[in-house]
Nanobody, 115 residues
Framework: QVQIVESGGGVVQSGGSLRLSCVVS????????WGWYRQPVGKQRDLVAR???????WYSDAVKGRFTVSEDYRKSTAFLQMDNLQPEDAGVYYC?????????WGQGTQVTVSP
């Protein structure tokens, strides 16, 4: 069974940085494009970045130039480097495969940005 575990969230001040990780079990990582989603409190979960082999990378306009997505296939792990964080970046961050029915969602990792 596929299991997704996100980590790396925390509390930072505006302008700060965080690096999120997403470990995917089940030996499936290399078969899919993976996306990072953000869900602010009371709002829907939106895709903010995606990455897949070979070098398929996309960012939403809201994070372009500040976030960097990467992955380590050997470790079945996706990363999201978030720089120059702003209060509007706050929320729970999830990762999941894109362009298909989602796998069971992980617990996500909370990002809080203070002004």
């Amino acid at each position: 069974q596929v299991q997704i575990v996100e980590s790396g969230g925390g509390v930072v001040q505006s302008g700060g940085s965080l690096r999120l990780s997403c470990v995917v079990s089940g030996d499936i990582f290399g078969y899919y494009v993976w996306g990072w989603y953000r869900q602010p409190v009371g709002k829907q979960r939106d895709l903010v970045a995606r990455i897949g082999y070979p070098g398929i990378i996309w960012y939403s306009d809201a994070v372009k130039g500040r976030f960097t997505v990467s992955e380590d296939y050997r470790k079945s792990t996706a990363f999201l480097q978030m720089d120059n964080l702003q209060p509007e970046d706050a929320g729970v961050y999830y990762c999941n495969a894109v362009d298909r029915e989602p796998f069971p969602w992980g617990q996500g990792t909370q990002v809080t940005v203070s002004p």
